[in-house]
């Protein structure tokens, strides 16, 4: 697709990029478990609904054209997209870097799961993954890292990982592909939590993995067909029907990111604040050589875990929930579930609210 587009073009014309005279301009789901056979055995498009579905060609052939790929597979979730990337790249004998500031249930999984089969498994955060990387067989880099808002520069890991041979894997959930694009940077992979910002209504589970690599997006749609980790006909169709606002969406929730991480900094209640797109940010000098958008997240610390409850407690706007990138503004309180981070850490999931509102808002219940 064009460069000269901008972001909500991108996103409509992937949702339907090749128009087809008497066709639906929105179609619908294709709900089917079984396909008619043909006497021309091996011709079908689709034969049986854990093997295919015409919905989920459309909805991937949409993420691949916004993150520059020339494949994408849908999972079940962001979670069965990742576990299956993982699950092929990184066989016994070989060693396996995953973000020590990340997500943690994917540092459970490297340990819980591959360990066990002769997987080394390393954890590095995102200052330490270019040391560890330079005797890795696999990185999972995720930038910027949740909750913490570090960005990886993917230039310079993915330069390590080509001069060791290593594959390099990103987890792009956070910045989405209009805020990032990996495999230009170098990745090999993509993987991405479609639950967030790209379905963005929290009502469905979803996840991808986008790449150019043809063997290694045949051994993932392999790895796929056999554990079954599909995504349902239904909810692909719901993704595929929120791509088409995604350009809007992320637009408002980085413009209310940023209202709100500027707002926060010199706020007296709030101890510290980040957000990667925020001149003085530790992450910006490396967001700004890679990001064209900073995303819809800001974690700031207040006093104590009390604090955070309060700040929902007296906001007329804001929600108490985990994930994120819900039109929804969002704040989780991270020790919760515990991520190594003090009490009063809180991870803000910014809206589609008008900025003003919200800023207002969430300024008011502060001092409240």
């Given at each position: ?300 610390e207040l006093p104590d875990a009390a604090a955070v409850h309060a700040l929902v407690r007296r906001s007329e706007l804001l929600v108490a929930a985990t994930s994120f990138g819900g039109i929804h503004t969002s704040v989780d309180r991270r020790a919760r579930w515990g991520d190594p981070v003090p009490d009063g850490f809180a991870r803000i ?20």
């Amino acid at each position: 697709m064009s460069d000269r587009y901008g972001d909500s073009t991108r996103a409509v014309k992937a949702v339907n990029s090749q128009p087809v005279p008497g066709e639906p301009v929105g179609p619908g789901p294709v709900m089917a478990s079984a396909f008619h056979l043909s006497d021309d055995e091996g011709s079908e498009p689709n034969t049986y609904g854990r093997a295919g579905n015409p919905t989920w060609c459309q909805l991937e052939a949409a993420l691949a054209e916004l993150e520059g790929a020339t494949t994408a597979l849908s999972f079940g979730s962001g979670m069965a997209a990742i576990t299956a990337a993982l699950r092929v790249t990184a066989k016994a004998g070989s060693v396996l870097v995953v973000p020590a500031d990340g997500y943690y249930q994917v540092r459970r999984f490297a340990a819980e799961s591959l360990a066990p089969l002769g997987v080394t498994v390393r954890e590095a955060n995102a200052d330490q993954i270019y040391e560890a990387a330079g005797s890795a067989d696999v990185v999972l880099a995720e930038t910027p890292t949740n909750p913490a808002l570090d960005v990886v520069d993917l230039h310079r890991l993915a330069e390590i990982c080509r001069e060791r041979g290593a594959r390099l894997l990103v987890d792009n959930t956070t910045p989405t592909p209009l805020g990032q694009q990996p495999l230009s940077l170098g990745a090999d992979l993509v993987v991405a939590s479609a639950t967030k910002a790209l379905a963005g209504h929290s009502d469905l589970l979803a996840g991808y993995v986008a790449g150019s690599h043809p063997e290694l997006m045949a051994l993932l749609e392999r790895e796929r067909l056999l554990s079954g980790a599909i995504l349902g006909s239904f909810e692909a169709w719901l993704v595929l029907r929120s791509l088409g606002s995604l350009g809007l969406r992320f637009e408002r929730q980085c413009q209310n990111a940023m209202a709100l991480a500027g707002a926060f900094r010199h706020h007296p209640k709030v101890r510290s604040v980040r957000y990667p797109g925020l001149p003085g940010d530790p992450s910006y000098p490396a967001a700004v050589g890679q990001m064209r958008r900073f995303g819809g997240l800001v974690s700031i610390e207040l006093p104590d875990a009390a604090a955070v409850h309060a700040l929902v407690r007296r906001s007329e706007l804001l929600v108490a929930a985990t994930s994120f990138g819900g039109i929804h503004t969002s704040v989780d309180r991270r020790a919760r579930w515990g991520d190594p981070v003090p009490d009063g850490f809180a991870r803000i999931s910014a809206g589609i609210e008008d900025t003003d509102d919200l800023v207002s808002d969430i300024l008011a219940a502060l001092d409240g």
